[in-house]
Each structure stands twice: as C-alpha cells, then as structure tokens.
C-alpha cells in the first residue's frame, strides 16, 4: 500500500501528463472512498432499516471528488466560480435532496424511512464530506505546497497510530476507554502524541525542504508542535469515533479486506476527523508558505 501510495503521490507531484495537481490521485480516492462506503453500509446492516445502498455510493463519491472540481474544471478549460471549500457544500445539499427523493419513492408505510434518511446523511457526511477535506488538502496553496500539506497530515496522523500502538504494547497499563476500545491506554496515547510531534518535527524541518518546497522560509518550532498535537488528538479521537461505530453495531473490524488491519475504514477513521483540522491549520497560516516564526 505505502508503495503504491508513494508511485501516485511522484506522479501527481511531477503532473506527469497533465499538468494539474491532484490528478494521478483522484482515481485512489473513489477506490478507497468507495471500499470505505461498502464496509459502513455493512456494519449498517444488523440494523432494522439501511439505506440505500447506490445512493450512498453515488452521493459519497460526489461530495468528496467535487473539492477537486477547481481542477477538472481546468482540464476542460473552464473557470471555477465556487472554489475549493464551495462544491462540497453544494454537493453535500443535493445529496441530502437526493437522499429524500429516493426514500420518497421507496416509501410503502410508516416506520423505518427517517431512520433511512439519518443512516444515509451520516454516512455520506463521514465520508464525503470529511473525505472532501483531503482532496482539498492537496490543492491547498498550489502543487508543491498541496502535496505537503497532504503527506504531512498522512505521515502525522499515521505515526500517531504507530507511536499509540507500539508504546501502548510495551508499557500501557491504564485504559483509556474501555467501554469502546479496552486495548487502548493512556501510555499509548501519550506515545501517539510524542510520535506525532516527532514526525511533525521530522517532516518540516528536514523532508518538506529536500523534497517538496525549494528553499522555504524557517519554520518557527511551534508551529510545527502545535500541528502534530491538533493532528494526534484528532487522530485518536476519529479512530474511537469508529471504534464507538463498530461497538455499538456488534463488529470488531469493519472488514478484513486488509489482513491484520481491518478494513479500509480502519485505515481510513483517524484521517477522516484530522483533514478538516489540518486543512483550518494551512488556510490559517499555520503551516505553510505564509508562515516564519
């Protein structure tokens, strides 16, 4: 996966044969969205009442892509009036009238269709909404900038994983929410946000100028700092959003798609709630090129 991931990541980075960032990613994005989707609407089914399954599909698929519209827009030679942020709102409003049009037509009696409609919009705001922010990220203050606003926020939250895993084996005794998670503890979280902080260090000052910007202004050390602890809470707190999901749904993964992973989803939950918090960091300034000490 890291190397596939790394193949598409070189390619969108050089626009080899395109000349627009973003891409050589976007057909990664409906496949891992689109495996992302199926598993949700698998845990969904012990339910009394599922949602449709295409319209999910179609819906998810539209609210996360359309933050790439600025860039599809420029393969056919046409202006964006909306912006970045704008498409997915507005896809995320015509997703919400289709999502009512198809249980219109579905509807035989009463009982079952809000909670069909409320499955439905969750499902497509976890994914498609959320999702859209890592689009955005790649788009974020042009090629070189946008691709390392996405790596870091990948390789933070992702070390954030590693560092909870690693440190919560080795010395975690103390739960950290038993209820939805028993093997997680507060030594692991701890360790995830030491790691986070450390890979947050490693990227900005030592990989973002080598690999992905010429000559970038100093960072000041709180910038950076400050950025891997929003992305290592929120990396934790998405990845216990999920494990609440599957708890309560009765499922240990939300599929074994990925052999000692899980599922897509399991892959996916702690980058879903950390893009919108990384994509605020970069607008803000933050992080980025508008940034010094």
């Not at 827009?73 to 015509?94: H, R």
Request: net charge positive; with cysteine.
């Amino acid at each position: 996966m890291i190397s596939l991931l790394a193949v598409l990541l070189t390619l969108d980075y050089r626009q080899i044969g395109t000349g627009l960032p973003g891409v050589w990613l976007l057909p990664a994005a409906v496949l891992f969205l689109g495996l992302a989707t199926q598993e949700l609407l698998d845990l969904f089914k012990p339910l009394s009442h599922v949602p449709s399954a295409p319209t999910v599909h179609v819906a998810v698929q539209l609210v996360a892509l359309s933050a790439a519209g600025p860039t599809l827009l420029k393969l056919g030679g046409a202006t964006c009036p909306l912006g970045t942020a704008g498409w997915p709102l507005l896809m995320m409003a015509g997703a919400l009238g289709l999502v009512f049009v198809v249980e219109m037509a579905r509807y035989r009696e009463p009982g079952g269709t809000t909670q069909r409609i409320a499955l439905s919009v969750f499902a497509i705001g976890y994914l498609g909404l959320l999702g859209s922010f890592l689009v955005a990220l790649r788009l974020v203050n042009g090629n070189q900038w946008g691709m390392a606003a996405l790596v870091s926020t990948i390789l933070i939250a992702k070390m954030t994983d590693t560092g909870a895993y690693f440190t919560g084996r080795l010395l975690g005794r103390h739960p950290m929410a038993p209820r939805l998670s028993p093997k997680k503890t507060i030594e692991g979280a701890v360790g995830g946000i030491a790691a986070a902080v450390a890979a947050s260090g490693l990227f900005f000052l030592v990989l973002l100028p080598r690999w992905f910007v010429d000559d970038p202004a100093p960072l000041a050390a709180w910038r950076w700092i400050t950025l891997g602890l929003l992305i290592a809470v929120t990396s934790m707190i998405g990845d216990l959003a999920e494990s609440l999901l599957k708890r309560d749904l009765g499922s240990k993964d939300a599929s074994q798609r990925l052999p000692g992973m899980g599922g897509v989803l399991d892959v996916l939950d702690s980058l879903l709630l950390v893009a919108p918090v990384a994509y605020a960091a970069w607008i803000a300034g933050l992080v980025g090129p508008g940034a010094g000490r």
